[in-house]
């Protein structure tokens, strides 16, 4: 959540490795200079409280920072004090895991990192999510998981997915592309000297897409033992040709006015079809009404699947706190058991999707047509990437890509190479 159209939420989405994550749904708001509010004791109360500190990042969305303390305040087992942080927060996050001035609760994009888990520093979360487990998208909870523990629990969800112009499609005679060839082909087939087939980026998509040949061409990015990569096989290196038979086809739209992140390359008709994030829907609609659906990235090869990528802020309870238990109440009662308040959070500041399911009817954005659609995806085709997926490793899988379309090379040789620098990444962050 919390993240405008601009390079916050790019970084987020794009890269999909840890540090892409742990800037996660950074905003780019205005700082509004203003201390920190803490939450007034609740009404009729006796006798002193816990005290606790929560921490969030600054949101770029006008309303989140007075939701959020509302959202506090309104706690009556504990004095809640909301601190917003502009700036690097992830930065600031990790450091003051390491000071005395610990926050009680903070968030942190998709969970914490492999580090802060091994560290000690963040309390496992299992027990105090309970039953309660089930309530949630199972990829988004998974994504806070780690060796089958709870550290994190999902507050809202953003994600990609691919939109098109119906009447574009239909005028060439293509259909809405369920496969990377079938991509490729319509992308060839709308291609007029005003208009071309499709765009993913200035960069010709690696930076979102890299992540996305891998699972949709039916793999992990990790081996069943985690020890490697799971993509360094036949159809691996197959889906790399494949991206590189659209690159070279004519129909990948390699410059636009604006950046994958900003619809503006399709609400003004630069390209027929466009990978970006579910935050361009009231955009998307607002300039072509109902002249558009949403897919998610088609499958790849014979093995392939349809996929999209998701990011979720998760709230985490500081090891080190003053009140690790009233903390982990907190959390329960905020995520868990405030649902008008999941539903707020996610609905009335940009467009997000809740993190329970069940709640999607109640955000009106995204009730029905496509925003409902890009709920069901990521529900049901939602992937985020696994904590010993390094910078490093995502960096190499984009350099490889790249060298694929650019210079023709071997995608074996290449993936053979991201296969090399992710076993040197994974013995390292196991320490």
């Known amino acids: 959540m919390g993240i405008p159209p601009a390079l916050p939420r790019r970084r987020f989405l794009s890269g999909l490795g840890a540090s892409a994550l742990a800037v996660g749904l950074a905003g780019c708001g205005?700082?509004?200079?203003?201390?920190?509010?803490?939450?007034?004791?609740?009404?009729?109360?006796?006798?002193?409280?816990?005290?606790?500190?929560?921490?969030?990042?600054?949101?770029?969305?006008?309303?989140?920072?007075?939701?959020?303390?509302?959202?506090?305040?309104?706690?009556?087992?504990?004095?809640?004090?909301?601190?917003?942080?502009?700036?690097d927060y992830d930065k600031l996050a990790s450091a003051s895991l390491l000071t005395a001035d610990v926050p009680d609760v903070f968030e942190y994009g998709n969970g914490p990192t492999l580090d802060m888990i091994r560290a000690g520093q963040v309390v496992d979360l299992t027990d105090t999510l309970g039953d309660a487990a089930s309530q949630f998208s199972k990829p988004v909870l998974d994504a806070m998981t780690w060796e089958g523990k709870v550290y994190a629990i999902p507050q809202t969800v953003d994600m990609q997915m691919l939109f098109y112009r119906k009447s574009v499609l239909e005028k060439a005679g293509a259909a809405p592309p369920t496969t990377l060839a079938e991509l490729t082909a319509a992308a060839k087939a709308v291609t007029t000297k005003d208009m071309g087939g499709f765009f993913a980026g200035n960069d010709g998509g690696v930076g979102t897409l890299a992540q996305m040949l891998v699972?949709?061409?039916?793999?992990?990015?990790?081996?069943?033992?985690?020890?490697?990569?799971?993509?360094?096989?036949?159809?691996?290196?197959?889906?790399?040709?494949?991206?590189?038979?659209?690159?070279?086809?004519?129909?990948?739209?390699?410059?636009?006015?604006?950046?994958?992140?900003?619809?503006?390359?399709?609400?003004?008709?630069?390209?027929?079809?466009?990978?970006?994030?579910?935050?361009?829907?009231p955009d998307v609609q607002k300039a072509l009404g109902d002249d558009f659906g949403v897919l998610p990235f088609p499958s790849v090869g014979a093995s392939g699947r349809p996929a999209v990528p998701f990011g979720s802020y998760g709230s985490i309870v500081a090891a080190k706190g003053k009140d690790p238990e009233a903390a982990k109440a907190f959390v329960r009662w905020l995520w868990v058991d405030q649902e008008a308040d999941q539903v707020d959070f996610s609905n009335s500041y940009g467009v997000h999707i809740p993190a329970k399911p069940a709640l999607v009817p109640?955000?009106?954005?995204?009730?029905?047509?496509?925003?409902?659609?890009?709920?069901?995806?990521?529900?049901?085709?939602?992937?985020?990437?696994?904590?010993?997926?390094?910078?490093?490793?995502?960096?190499?899988?984009?350099?490889?890509?790249?060298?694929?379309?650019?210079?023709?090379a071997d995608p074996k040789t290449e993936i053979g190479q991201v296969a090399a620098t992710a076993r040197t990444e994974i013995a390292r962050a196991r320490g």
Do not use: C
């Open 215 to 281: 699972w949709s061409s039916g793999h992990e990015q990790l081996n069943a033992d985690s020890t490697g990569i799971g993509f360094d096989d036949a159809e691996g290196w197959a889906a790399f040709a494949a991206y590189r038979d659209l690159a070279t086809s004519g129909g990948l739209v390699r410059s636009a006015s604006a950046d994958w992140f900003d619809a503006g390359p399709l609400t003004n008709g630069e390209t027929a079809m466009q990978w970006t994030g579910l935050w361009t829907l």
């Open 30 to 87: 205005s700082n509004t200079g203003r201390a920190p509010e803490a939450s007034a004791p609740a009404s009729g109360s006796t006798g002193p409280r816990p005290a606790l500190s929560q921490w969030y990042h600054e949101y770029g969305e006008d309303g989140v920072e007075a939701a959020v303390k509302r959202y506090a305040a309104a706690y009556e087992q504990a004095s809640v004090t909301v601190r917003w942080n502009p700036g």
């Open 362 to 408: 109640q955000a009106t954005k995204i009730a029905t047509g496509a925003g409902a659609e890009a709920a069901r995806f990521v529900d049901e085709l939602g992937h985020a990437p696994s904590k010993l997926w390094t910078p490093a490793t995502s960096n190499a899988l984009s350099a490889a890509l790249t060298r694929v379309i650019t210079k023709n």
